[in-house]
Nanobody
Framework: QVQLVESGGGLVQAGGSLRLSCAAS????????MGWFRQAPGKEREFVAA????????YFADFVKGRSTISRDHAKNTVYLQMDSVKPEDAAVYYC??????????????????WGQGTQVTVSS
């Protein structure tokens, strides 16, 4: 079993930056693809970014491409999402997921086996 705990959410001003962390426990996540998804009220959970288990390939949704980075620290068993130029429409609960090796290209919720409880991001304009 993998337990995931997100942190780093909160209130951010439009145009500012945020850095979310996802700390894993219970098992090393070095063999999992890791992803970030978000869900706004009344909307489905949507893909934001993912990083391959090897750390050398990343994927981004179009709406964050160019202003986000995803990284992982195997020693800390942690994954990070950095988002710059934050927009009001980025407000949502952000979830971290651990998914099957090599499946993150699909950007699908269904390929993730473990989820954190989420961290709320609120954007002030």
């Amino acid at each position: 079993q993998v337990q995931l705990v997100e942190s780093g959410g909160g209130l951010v001003q439009a145009g500012g930056s945020l850095r979310l962390s996802c700390a894993a426990s219970g098992r090393t996540i070095s063999s999992y693809d890791m992803g970030w998804f978000r869900q706004a009220p009344g909307k489905e959970r949507e893909f934001v970014a993912a990083i391959l288990w090897s750390g050398d390939i990343t994927y981004f949704a179009d709406f964050v491409k160019g202003r986000s980075t995803i990284s992982r620290d195997h020693a800390k068993n942690t994954v990070y999402l950095q988002m710059d130029s934050v927009k009001p429409e980025d407000a949502a609960v952000y979830y971290c997921g651990a998914g099957r090796k090599g499946t993150s290209w699909s950007q699908q919720v269904s390929t993730y086996d473990y989820w954190g409880q989420g961290t709320q991001v609120t954007v002030s304009s």
